[in-house]
């Protein structure tokens, strides 16, 4: 499921990318990449989700354009 | 370098290079000083901390990528390097590309052999402890003397996470310390934690997904959080009001109007105190010191000239004072996405917006910041319509024109001096369009960028950066502005033309008769005396310059001395105030109260005003456009790589001014306006 498409408020893991290398090194670089856990704020334009790298309390949030969201995709977390 | 601020010099470093540490200081005979390197995640407070320790005050904001290039600074026994924030030292980035350098020793402060630094600082976010761990694996895989500086540990703190100082530099075998660059906490530490940082020992894994697990084992190890204690619903709501398509293009729009409306009010008080004092200056000058030509030099050249640029200080200072504020809050990232939207019509990026709002400060960090976006075409988009912003130089210009253009409606004041900003975006804007279907083919690149948390700004940053702007502004008044006042009045006085036999006859006359000449008598003097004047300023050096290239302006209205105006302000925009208080100083039958009104209501020699509504119409427009700045227009050719692209800019902005100018003026004289 692409992350644009996660519904708002929910808790996903980042899978694969099919964006060109650029953009997709720079998304792992900033913690976006495979295993990610990821939270939905706000969908569309932009998409910005939250990432809570291993605890509720710190991580950080990213904006990402549609174009660029639509392209990420993500499963469920793993219970 | 102690207190000079950050832009007062011009950026001196680029890839592959770095400023000079200054003559006299031959350091490095002094075995102790230690060479590091600073670096990190973007908006971790690199900036902040280097400030700190160096004492200087280079930018920092809140908002990631703040810092585009390698600066030095200096504490006792360090020379301390701050470099771009970048994620990781692996990317196809202009950052990631300057830390490799550093670090590596590709490059070195100047006159300086090449070679790696002594230590590394990492400077990582506490409230982000897990994906900053993995810049600090990178660095540690070099094997270079390492410390890490755990910063921001105010905010960390309050959102209830501890993270244990001892476990975690344990694992990585090389000291960490707990610090806030805020509040100064641990500083002294870090100081001292460089000087005996040795090489650590373990080496993390290299593969990007071995580093991921080693990062996030090492933050479960040494970090614990306190469940429940963030509550991230009040950020979630301020995100999803300010990136709203409605809302958020609502309140960018108010915060904006909001910002160039309280620079125009809240200034307008102290301006009036500054013309008052310069007012009173001029006449104790005139009245205390004998007639002659040095008091003349002195109140018609200095005191005129220098005050008439003084009085903008109050905006000036408002200006950087509130947008510091705005960028301290972490707002402009969000503004980024909101204005992305807009932007990318025109070919521009979300990227793009945090280098054209500061071109309103000035073009020159306006340009540097365009390092930060990613796409090349973008990015020269960028840097080329960076200059339509207004900047404050245009500033004296604005306020003077609108205040003749309505006179005594401040309101109106205010809308047209908001006007002028919003026509130079809107040119930027076109330009950038015409740029991307022409030289620059292509679509702007979509964004991805961190949301930094938000934070209360620092009023002591946003004062200290206000002070040092303000004094570089009245630096320049005190030097460059000065200069060219003299200059002028010197081409405007000179030659001398001897007064005629006519009317040392009639003042003989009058002086004989004593105080019960007649009035006859008496006004055949002042004719005179008018006609003297008359014919001399015609005579004078600037009168024959103004009158040779004025032809070129005609079209657009300009006449002899406004023409010396527009030439004047090649030098600096503002200079065109200062030109015109030293030319038009006594011009006036009757006194004015005030700088700017006696500008504004200046006559030529022939009686007629100076300033027509059409003639000030094509002013204001020639200056929103128009290219006047040398130093922008070098940067530009850094930046862009070229001085075809600084050609372009200035051939680009100047024609696009005249021929403004002239349509402006053309319709509104046809049209009967006056
Ligand atoms: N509360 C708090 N804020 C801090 C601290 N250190 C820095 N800040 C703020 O964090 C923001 C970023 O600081 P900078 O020093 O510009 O960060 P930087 O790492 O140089 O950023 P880049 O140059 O973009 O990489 C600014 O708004 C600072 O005022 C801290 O210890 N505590
Ligand atoms: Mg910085």
Partial sequence: MPLSQMPLGSRAVVSESDL???????????????????????????????????????????????????RVYVRAMPV | MKGVPAQAEPPVSRVGGLPDRGPGLDRRQERRVRRVAIVGNPNTGKTTLFNRVAGVRHKTSNFPGTTQEARLGFADGLDLIDLPGTYSLELDLSESQICRDVLSGQTAPRGEPMSAPDAVLVVADACNLPRNLMLVGEVLRRRLPTVVAVNMVDLSRRRGIHIDVERLSEELGCEVVLCSARTGEGLERITRALHDAAIPHPTPPGDEAGLRRWAERLYVFAATAEEGAADDSFTDRLDRTFTHPVLGTLVFVGVMTGLFWMIFKLAATPMSWIDALFGVLASQARSSLPPGVLTDLLTNGVIAGVGATAIFLPQICLLFFLISLLEGTGYLARAAFVMDRVLRPFGLSGHAFVPLLSSHACALPGIMAARAVPDRRDRLATILVAPFMSCTARIPVYVLLTVLLFPGREGMQALAFTGCYVIGVFAGLLSSLVARRTILRGKSRAMAMELPSYKWPSVRTALMLTMDRGMMFLK??????????????????????????????????????????????????????????????????????????????????????????????????????????????????????????????????????IFTAPTSWSLLIYFVLSMQCLPTLVVTAREAGGWKWAGLQMAWMTGLAYLSALVVYQVLTAAGVS
């Fill in chain 1, 20 to 70: 060109d290398e650029s953009d997709a090194s720079l998304l792992r670089a900033m913690g976006l990449g495979p295993n990610a856990e990821v939270r939905m704020c706000r969908l569309g334009e932009p998409c910005i989700v939250a990432l809570p790298c291993g605890c509720d309390a710190g991580g950080c949030r990213i904006g990402l354009s549609r174009r660029i969201a639509e």
């Fill in chain 2, 476 to 609: 320049k008044a005190g030097t460059v502005i000065l200069m060219i006042s003299v200059v002028l009045w010197w081409m405007g006085t000179y030659p001398l033309t001897p007064e005629p036999a006519e009317l040392i006859g009639a003042r003989q006359r009058v002086a004989a008769a004593g105080p019960g000449a007649e009035p006859a008598l008496t006004d055949e003097v002042r004719a005179l005396e008018t006609e003297h004047g008359r014919v001399s300023a015609r005579r004078t050096i600037q009168a024959r310059i103004g009158s040779a290239i004025q032809p070129i302006y005609a079209p657009l209205g300009y006449d002899r001395q406004l023409t010396i105006g527009v030439l004047a302000s090649f030098a600096a925009r503002e200079v065109f105030v200062s030109t015109m208080a030293v030319q038009v100083v006594g011009s006036n039958d009757a006194p004015v109260k005030g700088m700017l009104a006696e500008i504004a209501s200046a006559k030529r020699d022939d009686g007629t005003p």
